[in-house]
């Protein structure tokens, strides 16, 4: 993801280098560049975000509410025991 990344920005910074006068450069470069590499970024880097406030490394006030629902798990909830543990022997 980040070699896209980095070619990305080469040829935008590349195109802005071309530009008549040093604003339309900065703006494309912006506009061209930054704008769509941060949103690229953004978007491609949500499972990684995911899978770090699944490991914990992310406190949990920042951690995104992935596939709960918008409910948090709390201990002892029955979701996180094993199938059948609160199963009874047939008589």
């Known amino acids: ?3 896209v990344a980095i070619a990305w920005i080469y040829v935008t910074l590349l195109m ?4 008549r006068s040093l604003v339309a450069g900065v703006m494309t470069f912006l506009t061209y560049g930054l704008g769509p590499l941060l949103l690229f970024l953004w978007l ?10 699944a490991r914990g ?3 949990s006030g920042d951690a995104p509410q992935a596939r709960t629902g ?6 002892g909830d029955v979701a996180h025991e ?10």
């Open 1 to 3: 993801m980040y070699i």
């Open 16 to 19: 802005a280098a071309t530009e």
């Open 44 to 53: 491609f880097g949500g499972p990684r975000r995911r899978r770090a406030a």
């Open 57 to 59: 490394q992310i406190p």
């Open 70 to 75: 918008g409910r948090t798990s709390v201990p």
């Open 82 to 91: 094993p199938d059948g543990a609160d199963a009874k022997a047939d008589k």
